[in-house]
């Protein structure tokens, strides 16, 4: 079983020719509504992957819920532990370029309301994978961490966003997924060693005694462990929105650990379908079938 403990949102999705500087307003050229939410895009792609998960998080008694929740009910994932805040249901404003990038904004809303306790809703067994991320309180991510161990459950942290608090609890993920920016800010919160970003890799795996994925894009993954240091590349395409793709990676990552698979077959299958995601708009709806990955990887 995958279980996510994290945040569920409504993306709110304007297209731009190019994103604006400070100060500056530009003309958008569409809008969409999408479900996301760092938590709710991960357990889809995990279900997509073809795990079968759990999703416990919050969302609010408004308009935007029903719509927030709709993709992952479609996708068979069980909100059992899923409560309903007062506080609005998360959003995410989003302006995309182009060129496929992005810049974002969340507000938490009913994110903000999953607090420790709810992590008994998680109903952690022994060979589980829990998938985290940043964007619920950092007590409640820090509690499910040590819940997780102590079911002899797996977890897979998501260290986006970045959150300079979060560094002290790094060390507790048996395995911390960054992307290259937000490993250079915990490689400097944490003193890590080492002349570049390998090296400072190497250092945190001997530390804590745990696993570091960095994500790079286009340029694909890296890992390192106390005993190996891989380089997974990313398919080649050419983006058009990179929204949700790092979600994407995540949750085929931890179905891939939960499926059995070796850490670099693991990489390589979450790697493909990241790269797959930003050939489609939006988040949830772009995130790839198990099918078309395995496609996509036998055509390489």
């Known amino acids: 079983m995958i279980i996510i403990v994290g945040s569920i949102n409504l993306d709110l999705i304007a297209n731009v020719d190019r994103l604006p500087e400070p100060g500056e307003t530009v003309r958008g050229s569409g809008f969409a509504t999408a479900p996301g939410g760092k938590g709710a895009n991960q357990a889809l792609a995990a279900a997509r992957a073809g795990a079968k998960v759990r999703m416990v998080g919050a969302v609010g008694k408004d308009s935007f819920a029903a719509e927030a929740l709709a993709l992952l009910k479609a996708g068979n994932v069980d909100l059992s532990g899923v ?64 819940a997780t161990r102590s079911a002899g459950a797996v977890s897979v942290l998501n260290t986006a966003p970045f959150r300079t608090e979060a560094a002290g609890f790094l060390g507790k ?75 994407t990676f995540c949750g085929y990552f931890g179905a891939g650990l939960s499926s059995g698979l070796s850490l670099e077959e693991a990489l390589t299958r979450a790697a493909a379908a990241g790269s797959l995601a930003c050939l489609k708009p939006g988040a949830q709806p772009a995130i790839p079938l198990a099918k078309d990955v395995g496609a996509a990887l036998a055509a390489r």
């Open 173 to 247: 993920a048996d395995y911390a997924v960054a992307n290259e920016t937000e490993f250079d800010l915990y490689g400097e919160a944490l003193a890590l060693s080492g002349r570049d970003r390998q090296a400072r890799m190497r250092d945190y795996a001997q530390k804590t005694g745990r696993a570091i994925v960095v994500t790079l894009g286009g340029d694909g993954v890296l890992a390192a462990t106390p005993d190996q240091f891989l380089t997974v590349p990313a398919l080649k395409i050419t983006p058009v929105d990179t929204v949700g793709a790092g979600d």
């Open 83 to 146: 409560g309903e805040s007062f506080a609005s249901t998360g959003t995410a404003l989003i302006l995309v370029g182009a060129d496929g990038e992005n810049v974002i904004a969340v507000v938490p809303g009913a994110n903000d309301s999953v607090l420790p306790a709810d992590i008994a809703k998680a109903y952690l067994r022994k060979g589980d994978v829990v998938l985290l991320q940043h964007e619920i309180p950092l007590p409640t991510v820090e509690a499910a961490l040590d």
